[in-house]
């Protein structure tokens, strides 16, 4: 092994050990964002259609009522099962998404694996609102 090869090892072995890394280079409201994120998730994991509504942003619950939305979540969930493992795919932030105002976004997804459903993606669409929270203002899963 020449000098470099081992410098290279050292490297990849104790860098993530002292905490340098890739957590070094993430935004500090995704940390923030994916919490808020997984907390809503939780609820409709429950399914738990009315407390995901009140839980979630201005804009969602503009577009569809309570009563719309808790059908909507008994129709697509119940047939997945139970949930087995949820990650984090990606976190970005963006000033504009189609078919809403200007204003400061978080779009996630997330890579799902449930009872019968073993790979899905959740994408999770937050905005920062007013009152400084992130909340839940879209869902897909697919």
């Known amino acids: 092994m020449t000098r470099r090869q081992a410098m290279l090892v050292v490297t990849a072995c104790c ?5 340098i890394g890739p ?12 919490k808020e994120a997984r907390n809503w998730l939780a609820l409709t994991d429950r399914g738990d259609g009315p ?3 009140r839980a979630a942003g201005k ?3 503009s577009a569809i009522t309570a009563d719309k939305w808790a059908d909507s979540l008994r129709m697509v969930r119940p047939p997945l099962g139970a949930l087995i493992e949820r990650s984090v795919l990606s976190t970005q ?6 078919g809403a105002p200007d204003g400061d976004y978080a ?3 997330f890579r799902a694996s449930f009872a019968n459903k ?19 203002i879209g869902y897909f899963i697919h």
């Open 51 to 53: 407390a995901s509504w």
């Open 59 to 61: 804009q969602f619950q």
């Open 107 to 109: 779009v996630l997804e």
């Open 93 to 98: 932030f963006m000033k504009n998404i189609p």
């Open 15 to 19: 860098l993530p050990a002292i905490g």
């Open 23 to 34: 957590a070094l280079a993430q935004d500090p409201r995704g940390t923030i964002a994916q």
């Open 118 to 136: 073993t790979d899905s993606r959740e994408t999770i669409s937050l905005e920062h609102e007013a009152d400084g929270a992130w909340r839940v």
